[in-house]
């Protein structure tokens, strides 16, 4: 939910400072098919198109770590992209907190309850033991938890819409995020790419300005 508001927030913003959406044409993320690909494997395990198999049963907190360290290259080398430096801090202190539980995002039973998330995730963790499960990538945790100040440690209390529980890195990414959105729609063409209409300068048309 965070980084869904922080996502509506930024383009109110980037629309009411005279931005535009046109200028994530020209954006040249590198190593972009990666990305997309760490993606839509972790969709494919955390839901029935793969996460009832017995492969991802074993397998699947490393294929998720995995996908986790392949999406943090990408960011690594993306960053000239406004706010992608704070992007991938939000991700990489995700990434440590979920490799130190073993491919899990552990969170606290009470900011579980605030939440009315206890059931779900206690829920998945007995479907497990009876072999009767969907992987997911949430734990309750216990005295065994490493770093748990970094998981999923921040309740966004039942009644409100989308109620779960956030973490630290999920903050840091939102805002990450909503830097990005305002400063790619105000960023200017890199040298080589066409200029628009609304940039005040046709494309194709040389630049006269002394």
């Known amino acids: 939910m ?3 508001l922080a ?10 400072s005279g931005g535009t959406l046109k200028n994530v044409s020209g954006l040249r993320i590198r190593y972009l098919a ?4 760490a993606l839509l494997v ?5 839901s029935s198109i793969l996460g009832t198999r017995d492969f991802v049963y074993d397998y699947g907190p490393y294929i998720y770590i995995g996908t986790l360290a392949a999406s ?8 000239q992209i406004p706010g992608m430096p704070v992007i991938a801090l939000g991700a990489f202190l995700n990434a440590v907190v979920i490799t130190a539980n073993g491919g899990y995002m552990p969170s606290p039973e ?3 309850i605030e939440a009315d998330r206890l059931q779900h995730v206690q829920v998945d963790e007995q479907k497990k033991a009876d072999n009767e499960w969907v992987h997911s990538n949430s734990t309750v945790a216990d005295e065994d938890t490493r770093l748990r100040f970094l998981g999923d440690v921040i309740p966004i209390p039942d009644g409100v819409p989308l109620a779960n529980v956030i973490s630290i890195g999920d903050i840091v990414l939102a805002i990450g995020a909503g830097i990005a959105i305002v400063g790619v729609m105000h960023r200017r063409p890199e040298e080589g790419e066409p200029v628009s209409e609304s ?4 494309v194709g048309e040389p630049d006269s300005s002394p």
Do not use: C, K, Y
């Open 110 to 112: 009470s900011a579980l």
């Open 2 to 4: 965070v980084l869904l």
């Open 42 to 46: 972790q969709v494919a395990i955390f």
């Open 7 to 16: 996502i509506a927030i930024s383009l109110l913003i980037g629309f009411l």
């Open 34 to 37: 990666l990305l997309i690909a």
């Open 199 to 202: 940039a005040g300068q046709p």
């Open 72 to 79: 943090l290259f990408v960011m690594l080398m993306n960053m």
